[in-house]
């Protein structure tokens, strides 16, 4: 089967400085598929390229086939790309429903998807009606995600969504995670290695804007040389 995603030999400039030296990335369909990498070595520009919200310089970046590389972003989201990016994305001035409808096509909400939404998160009918600035970190977290799901995606792009959560809440996102990808793909960016290595099917670790290793999280997760290598830290200790 064609991957779902590929990015060939992409080079992406932020100002003056590079930062992506020719990644090459083949995403498969369906999953959970996982950037890795300390801070710094690209992965948030890596997800940004493929959104259109930073362009390459060269290289291509192809969904289902079909170049994007040059699409704005969206355009890119048009075509069944959602982004939940690190910083979340919502808006704390407005309500819960008010943050999800913004995420439709038209402003309104298909009530099968709705009750599905709501089914994996259900703090977001709890707090339907509350504005988000009132939500903790882990349920503005999940009202980024329920942005992302509301309407049906080919792929979801997710920066970091552990990041400050306590791990009941993470623990609780691994679920969550877990069902989303029965329909659909997901590539993660993430730093804390317990939520990946439970998720994740592959990974990808990214070193100074290039990738620098590519298999199973199986294989990674069970070889200490390999995380000594990639990553200077094992994952048995998280």
């Known amino acids: 089967m064609a991957p779902v995603l590929q990015l060939d030999d992409v080079h992406t400039d932020i100002a003056q400085y590079q930062i992506l030296h020719g990644v090459s990335l ?9 950037i890795l990498g300390r801070n710094g070595a690209g992965k948030t520009t890596t997800l940004r390229t493929i959104m259109g919200l ?32 690190e910083n979340m994305g919502i808006f704390g001035g407005l309500t819960v429903e008010e943050n999800m409808r913004l995420a439709t096509k038209d402003g309104s909400f298909d009530t099968q998807r709705l009750n599905r939404v ?32 509301i309407e ?3 792929l979801i792009l997710v920066d970091e969504p552990t990041k400050g959560l306590a791990p009941a809440i993470i ?6 995670f877990r069902e989303i990808a029965e329909e659909t793909t997901i590539l993660l960016v993430e730093q ?16 100074d804007g290039r990738i620098v290793h590519s298999g ?14 990639f990553l200077s830290l094992s994952l048995e200790a998280h």
């Open 26 to 34: 083949a995403i498969p369909q369906g999953g959970v598929h996982v």
């Open 54 to 85: 930073w362009k390459a310089r060269s290289g291509s970046v192809r969904f289902r086939g079909d170049d994007i590389t040059r699409l704005s972003t969206p355009d890119i989201a048009q075509r069944g790309i959602a982004f939940v990016p």
């Open 118 to 149: 709501h089914g994996i998160f259900p703090a977001m009918a709890q707090f339907w009606t509350k504005p988000a600035h009132a939500l903790s970190g882990g349920q503005k977290q999940m009202l980024a995600v329920s942005r992302a799901i």
């Open 152 to 154: 049906r995606r080919d």
């Open 171 to 176: 623990r609780n996102m691994i679920t969550a």
């Open 192 to 207: 804390n290695f317990y939520f990946a290595k439970a998720l994740g099917q592959s990974v990808a670790v990214i070193d």
């Open 216 to 229: 199973t999280m199986a294989e990674l997760a069970s070889d200490a040389g390999l995380q000594s290598r």
